[in-house]
């Protein structure tokens, strides 16, 4: 049997104004114990990805202002899915389809040189692009500096540190990226808020743009024809 997968929806809020930003899109597996994060992002074909990023995006077309889907460097010059992305764009405009390029490590190295004319393309084409996990795995400041001024978006991850905001190492972490997002005139979202307190101090650091749980959680897109029962809980 093949391995279903579909995309949950999270919003993206901008607490300027105390509204609904945007949207992520988030892949996961069905699974006998409900839906789970894919074992390997990367396992998943480029063919199944184009064809469920074309179908959820059909969807969506007209609903939302921004919407993001997250994109390895090994799909970024996959040309079936770059297709599939370019085709995303057309059904959600005048929507944007913001390519998240995640810190997921491929199984090849692509330089800096192999990427960014792909990532001019989807600009081309009235996309924009986001530099996903920023500070962790392979999206360190070294490694995307090139990168950074075709960006419009930096995303900045709790959830991937062991501790939490309240850390000080956290912080100056936190400190430095929203110090790069105004040097280089770039949106940065703050995403893993799971609670009030993390809420609460978040907004010392000047951050409006804020994802997580807290908010809302990600939350199945049936695609036409499946069935009612298809919902299992979600979790991480």
């Known amino acids: ?92 405009y005048p929507a944007k389809l913001v390519v998240e390029l995640t810190e997921e490590r491929s199984p090849k190295s692509y330089p800096d040189t192999m990427l960014i004319p792909h990532l001019r393309g989807f600009i081309e084409h009235g996309m924009q692009i986001s530099l996903d996990d920023v ?9 995307i500096q090139e990168i950074l001024p075709l960006a419009s978006e930096l995303k900045f991850a709790l959830q991937n540190f062991r501790s939490d905001i309240k850390d000080p190492k956290i912080q100056q972490k936190l400190h430095f990226w929203r110090a790069i997002s105004s040097e280089y005139g770039l949106r940065l979202i703050l995403e893993g808020i799971e609670d009030a307190e993390d809420d609460q101090l978040s907004s010392h650091f000047d951050i409006n743009l804020r994802q997580g749980y807290y908010y809302g959680k990600p939350r199945l897109l049936r695609l036409p024809g499946d069935p009612v029962d298809f919902e299992y809980p979600a979790t991480n």
């Not at 892949?27 to 184009?50: M, N």
Request: glycine content about 4%.
């Open 135 to 143: 500070g962790t795995g392979i999206n360190d400041f070294k490694s």
């Open 1 to 92: 049997m093949q391995p279903i997968y579909r995309y949950f929806v999270q919003p993206q809020l901008n607490l300027l104004n105390n509204t609904v930003y945007g949207y992520e899109l988030l892949i996961k597996q069905l699974t006998p114990d409900g839906w789970r994060l894919p074992e390997s992002f990367a396992a998943i074909s480029p063919q199944v990805t184009s064809d469920l990023l074309i179908a959820t995006t059909k969807i969506l077309g007209l609903k939302v202002r921004y919407c993001a889907v997250n994109i390895s460097r090994e799909q970024l010059v996959d040309m079936t899915v770059a297709n599939a992305i370019i085709q995303s764009q057309v059904q959600l």
